[in-house]
Structures are given as structure tokens and as C-alpha cells.
């Protein structure tokens, strides 16, 4: 298996801003992105250094020149039960939720912290062009989340509903009018109807009543965007253990998602790591077009995090 991140090349920004973004980038991207194969070459672009605590990234979003990601600030560690109580597998630990505004170079522009007591996870970010979407969740499974739409201007959070699950990526389908969510690890998904005024006409609607299986085993999906035509583009890993107890490989990859029935169009492996031996896909993603195909953004690393950027032929 190909590694080409090993040796992370760090170039000017002026390579980073030459990128030249198709007008319709959603239908641009997804097109793009079903002709990644295994072997596609990814360039390294830049890595640039965040200059402040990340704390654990989650998801990402770049409007312009700058970054929105959301990050979870761990103070106490979940810890598991000795036996599961009620539908909870472990405790819910205790921490801060933020969505970081960052400007290209990893200086800090602004710190909105989400969430309230033990909902304190965000999860991954879409841009619908005018809002950010984002769920805030307790950290464990079969918990529940507050659904947030972000101002990315002023950085004015909105509550839009809350859902008796945890809610790890959200994205807003602008075709329909709905608002499509996965459950811890993938593992179900769920949909949304929007009304006139905004609200969420379904909320109420029990999760078992609402969510469907996903049917794709290969990835856990960690941060998802809306892609147009009903598509939601996913970016997540998958760890593999060769015997119990033993150190993980992780790989990460790209799934292009058809929102409605919940099955993969296009699966690709992503392989890239850091020096450090971490998938890129591991946490906060975003993927846009270029001139030169695709770029990707990648900040796979808790605390001290990096900015990792990479082009790839996909025309």
C-alpha cells in the first residue's frame, strides 16, 4: 500500500489560492469525485501549522479563505459500564463543544462553544451557502443531539430541533427542502423535512420509526457535505484490528452517498497518512474543485493539529 504523505511538503499559500473554483461546485464536485480510482495520486500542496489548541476536530467547512471546524473539548473521559444501563453503554463524561473560525495561515478568528451539560460533541459541518449545519451530541451512542444552524458572519448560533439519537454529521439536501443525518458510526441514517417556515415538521418521530440501515459496512462516516442531486459527499475511516488487542490500521476513504435510498454511488480509499501514521480522513474534511481536479483539506490530528493540502487529477 502506497504511503505519499510521509515526507509533508510545506509550499507558499500563493500555490494554496491558485486553485480556479467551477461556478456550480457541487455538480462539479461529485462529478469529480466518482472518477477517483485506488491509485489516484494525491500532490501534496502545504501543511500549515494551526497556531492554537484544536482540542479533537470533528468537522470542517471552507467558505472563501477561511475555515469553520467544529471541535470537541474533552475535560472528563467517558467511561464504560460495567453492564448497559437503559440503552447507554458508558457515562456521558464532560466537555465543551466549539466551532472554531480560522483563517488560512491557522490563526484563530473566532471560538463559538455549542451545546448544554453532557451534549457537548459537535459533529461534522455542511454549508448550504448560506448557513452552517451542525449537530451537537452526548458522547456515546444512542444518546441525543441539538441541531444548530451557524451565521458564518457573525457567529450567531440557532437551535432548529432536537433528536433523541446521537447525531455525528448532518447536511442540508437544498433540492428538497431536508436535512439528512448519520447516527454514531453511520450506522443508521435519517431524514428531515423542512417546512416553510423553517421548522422541522417530523422531529417528534420516535428514532426507531424514522432511521433506515446503511447498507455500506466499509467506512464510519466522520464528516459529511451535501453534494447536489440528492448526494451527500462522506469522508470517514475504518479500523482493522489482525487479532484482539491489537494495534489498529486505519483506513480512511470518500464515499459519494444517494440520499434516497441511502447506498454508496462511488467508494474510494483514501491513501494518505501523516508522518505520524494517522488516515486523513480521520476526523474534520473538506473537498472542493481545482484547476487541477479536486483539492483536498485534511486536519487529522487532535491539540496540535495540521492543515494538510493535497491536489488530485480527477478530470
Known sequence: MRDVSRHVMVFTMAAVAAAAVPADTRAVLAERVV???RDSFWKPVASVPIKFTT???QGMVKIGETLFVSSVEIQVRTKRLVEPLDRYDRDTGRGVGHVFKIDMTGNRLADLRLGEGSVYHPGGLDHDGEHIWVAVAEYRPNSRSI????????MKATEVFRFADHIGAI???TD????????????RFYR?????DGRVTNAHVPPEVLSTANTSHYLDYQDCKYAGARRMLCTGVTELHQSPGAPPFRLGGIDLVDLRDGRPVHQVPLLLWTAGGMDMTHNAVWIEPSAMGLRGYFM???????LYIYDVEAK
Open 176 to 187: 428538497d427542502n431536508t436535512l439528512h443525518g448519520v447516527s454514531w458510526g453511520s450506522r
Open 300 to 306: 487529522p490530528e487532535d491539540d496540535m493539529s495540521t
Open 55 to 57: 482540542y479533537h476536530p
Open 147 to 154: 441541531i444548530y444552524r451557524i451565521d458564518p458572519v457573525t
Open 171 to 173: 447536511v442540508h439536501n
Open 192 to 196: 428531515w423535512t423542512l417546512g416553510s
Open 35 to 37: 472518477k477517483l480510482t
